[in-house]
């Protein structure tokens, strides 16, 4: 297939967001605002208004409403959209968890910021992060061209029979939601092609006969009423095992989209970025991975054998491939945005060491807490840690495991 | 657990429930049932119009009502309601 020709437009990271919703064929919507994510929810209310778009926009009152709208539209089989960020996430919680619960294939834009308190409208990962739990597909992009193509992707992930799970795209606040920058569009009728119509599963309802999994009240079912300890477990394990085939889905739909669009992220799980030969190497997520590429060349171009490692997808967390890109490496720190407080470094640094405990080879793993409320991670800082990283290899010892960088003393 | 119950791997997903709501013998419940005095009764049918499980029965071949204990809960809504006091609760 060849790829589809483009226009170029100025887009902020926002912006790229309701532009690729609004080619997505969406027919609900409904979100309450905060910033950074108002953007996203304004462009798309006035396409609503224009009449260039044919979705119901549905005004709600809180977060926790917006997203109780999202899954009960999203049970009746139609496709639906939301975003948010910060605080309205996290009084959204409830309701991520009964959205995969219900399996209900809701795509929303997460702008990361900061949880309170003290009152902060800036980025860090603190408010996705503490929601990896809630049974939902992690993606979180580098730039808004990503984002715009990410959208477009958990539409088909989310929805596809073999998942049906709620999918969060994660942009950095501001970096990305507020920034401008040219971002490549394909046609309409291209995106409209890629996700097509949502399909529908059969299940088995209490009649005794195959009917469509949606609120029809042709074919009546009942979704999700009182499952206690006779039947919740088995549901849970069937999320797990859902959560188990979305790399692959989520592989098979980054590819197809790369075919016509001519973007590839990584292989669609993690992008690595000259890992091939590295001896030393970092790992992040979002917007400081375009930082850490520059400061990567710059260390090439002196001999240095430095590498990334960007997460792309954080749930489902894509295991073997991480091992794999990671092995051979001797040193590597995890970049953290967000902070566990009382336990052992951040959540990206728990998880990477946990995994790399059953590689053949391990490298040394450090971990550094950076950016949190918006701080900004110079080309400097980053500089700063691969130093630390070329220490840790000459000595082979590490001094300090986990450390704050970026923070005044 | 018991062998009847089905795993993971069978069950619809999300919960759906695949056998319909009367397979459930809610009538296990109850420790109270009710009791119908039947000089009392003059077949108002407001029980059968305020039980919220729909365990009040009307047969019109014999013209009366009846309880279908498989689904009473035991509530005693019928015996508030009943403006004849003509039903009691009793311990089972």
């Not at chain 1, 009960?72 to 959209?81: D, E, L, M, Y």
């Not at chain 1, 539409?155 to 998942?163: M, V």
């Not at chain 1, 098979?252 to 992220?265: C, L, Q, T």
């Not at chain 1, 092995?327 to 720190?333: D, F, I, P, R, S």
């Amino acid at each position: 297939m060849a790829i589809t020709k483009q226009n170029l437009l100025a887009l902020n990271g926002d912006e790229a967001v309701a532009y690729a919703v609004k080619q997505s064929d969406v027919d609900v919507v409904s979100a309450y605002p905060i910033t950074p994510q108002t953007i996203i929810v304004e462009r798309f209310s006035e396409y609503v208004h224009n009449g260039e778009v044919d979705t119901e926009f549905v005004c709600v009152e809180s977060e926790h409403s917006a997203l109780s709208m999202c899954l009960t539209a999203s049970a009746t089989g139609v496709r639906v959209f939301t975003a948010s960020g910060s605080a309205g996430l996290a009084l959204m919680h409830e309701i991520l968890y009964v959205t995969s619960g219900a399996r209900a294939p809701v795509v929303m834009a997460i702008v990361n910021r900061a949880l309170s308190g003290p009152i902060n409208i800036h980025c860090d990962h603190s408010d996705s992060m503490v929601e990896r739990d809630a049974g939902w597909i992690q993606i979180y992009v580098e730039n808004s061209q990503e984002a715009y193509d990410s959208i477009i992707q958990a539409f088909r992930i989310a929805e596809h029979n073999d998942l049906l799970i709620p999918t969060m795209v994660m942009l950095d606040a501001f970096v990305l939601s507020h920034t401008l920058e040219s971002v490549n569009v394909l046609p309409d009728e291209t995106v409209r092609k890629f996700v097509g119509t949502r399909r529908i599963p059969l299940v088995r309802g209490h009649r005794g006969k195959l009917v469509p999994f949606k609120l029809d009240p042709e074919n009546p079912i009942t979704m999700g009423p009182l499952d206690l300890y006779d039947y919740y477990f088995e549901h849970k394990r069937q999320q797990e095992e859902a959560m188990q085939i979305a790399p692959r889905i989520i592989k098979e739909v980054h590819d197809e989209y790369a075919r016509i669009s001519g973007r590839k992220y990584g292989n669609g799980l993690i992008e690595p970025y000259r890992l091939e030969d590295a001896e030393i190497a970092t790992v992040c997520l979002g917007s400081t991975a375009g930082t850490t590429k520059t400061v990567v060349d710059q260390l090439r171009t002196k001999g240095i054998k430095a590498g990334l490692l960007r997460l792309r997808t954080y749930r489902p967390y894509p295991v073997q491939d991480i091992v794999n890109a990671l092995e051979n490496v001797e040193a590597v720190a995890v970049m953290d945005r967000s902070h566990s407080f009382g336990a052992h470094g951040g959540p990206v640094f728990h998880e990477m060491r946990h995994i790399l405990y059953e590689a053949s080879i391990h490298p040394q793993i450090v971990d550094y807490i950076y950016g949190l409320g918006g701080r900004d991670m110079p080309q400097t800082l980053i500089h700063e840690i691969y130093r630390d990283l070329q220490k840790i290899v000459k000595t082979k010892r590490v001094e300090k495991p986990i450390q704050f960088i970026g923070v005044r003393e | 657990m018991t062998s009847e119950q089905k795993g993971w791997k069978e069950i619809p997903i999300a919960g759906v429930c695949w056998r319909p709501a009367t397979d459930y013998l809610t009538g296990d419940w109850k420790t109270l049932k009710p009791v119908r005095d039947k000089e009392k009764c003059n077949k108002c049918l407001i029980c059968y119009m305020f039980c919220p499980d729909g365990a009040v029965t009307w047969d019109p071949e014999i013209e009366d009502i009846g309880f279908n204990l498989d689904y009473c809960k035991g509530c005693g809504i019928c015996a508030v309601e009943c403006p004849k006091k003509a039903i009691e609760m009793v311990h089972e």
